[in-house]
């Protein structure tokens, strides 16, 4: 049974860094996309960042473009997520989600974490 756990959520002022770990277990995922997703209060779940684990196709949403950075760890089946010069509206619950194909839509990603609470203080 695939699963995925988050981690390194927090409390930050504007401006600072957080890295958010998403751990993978229950599959092999060489062919798989890998995704992060955030929800804010009142707002739809939207598609953050993305990448396939075994290639080095990218996507980012435009509002963090330049700021935050995806990557993988083989070794040990994780996902990160960099995110620098946060802001006040990064503030969201932080998802990461598993899916078989190259996509940004959440309906389309069949696995998900239980995330994890980031918050940017102004």
């Known amino acids: 049974q695939v699963q995925l756990v988050e981690s390194g959520g927090g409390l930050v002022q504007a401006g600072g860094s957080l890295r958010l770990s998403c751990a993978a277990s229950?599959?092999?995922?060489?062919?798989?996309?890998m995704g992060w997703f955030r929800q804010a209060p009142g707002k739809e779940r939207e598609f953050v960042a993305a990448?396939?684990?075994?290639?080095?196709?990218?996507d980012y949403a435009d509002s963090v473009k330049g700021r935050f950075t995806i990557s993988r760890e083989y070794t040990k089946n994780t996902v990160y997520l960099q995110m620098n010069s946060l802001k006040p509206e990064d503030t969201a619950v932080y998802y990461c989600?598993?899916?078989?194909?190259?996509?940004?839509?959440?309906?389309?990603?069949?696995?998900w974490g239980q995330g994890t609470q980031v918050t940017v203080s102004s």
């Open positions: 989600a598993a899916t078989y194909s190259r996509t940004y839509r959440s309906e389309d990603y069949h696995y």
């Open positions: 229950g599959h092999t995922f060489s062919n798989w996309y």
């Open positions: 990448l396939s684990w075994s290639a080095d196709n990218t």
